[in-house]
């Protein structure tokens, strides 16, 4: 599994627009997703905050808009996800070289 690596370079970042019709929640964890496009890899994420539609994330790697993967747990408790999700929009880079992005479920509970 990757650390994607955020979490001790950045405090608090500015919200992006809203984008979802669900109340966000402050949620400070990590979330273990597996991208479809590199099954054999699990990479742990910062997540910032979280909705009834899924998390937004914050992220040292680049992404794409429309990449699928498994949300697979939260950490540090292990609580299992195990959901299909897809980055929905992404935040552009800030001045660490992180950026943010958002990770919608794409199935139903």
């Known amino acids: 599994m990757l650390h994607d690596g955020t979490h001790a370079r950045v405090s ?12 966000r929640v ?3 964890a990590e979330l273990v ?7 054999e890899l699990s990479i742990r ?7 009834e539609g899924g998390f937004r994330i ?5 992404m794409l808009e429309g990449m699928t993967g498994i949300a697979l747990k939260l950490l540090p408790e292990g ?4 959901r299909t999700v897809m980055i929905v929009w992404i935040s552009p880079s800030t001045s ?10 794409i199935e139903p509970v």
């Open 12 to 23: 608090g970042q500015q919200v992006s627009a809203e984008r979802r019709h669900s109340q």
């Open 26 to 28: 402050a949620f400070p």
């Open 33 to 39: 997703v597996r991208w479809h496009h590199e099954q």
């Open 45 to 51: 994420y910062e997540v910032i905050d979280s909705s």
């Open 58 to 62: 914050r992220s040292s790697m680049p």
């Open 79 to 82: 609580t299992p996800v195990n």
């Open 96 to 105: 660490d070289g992180s950026c943010e992005f958002g990770l919608n479920f």
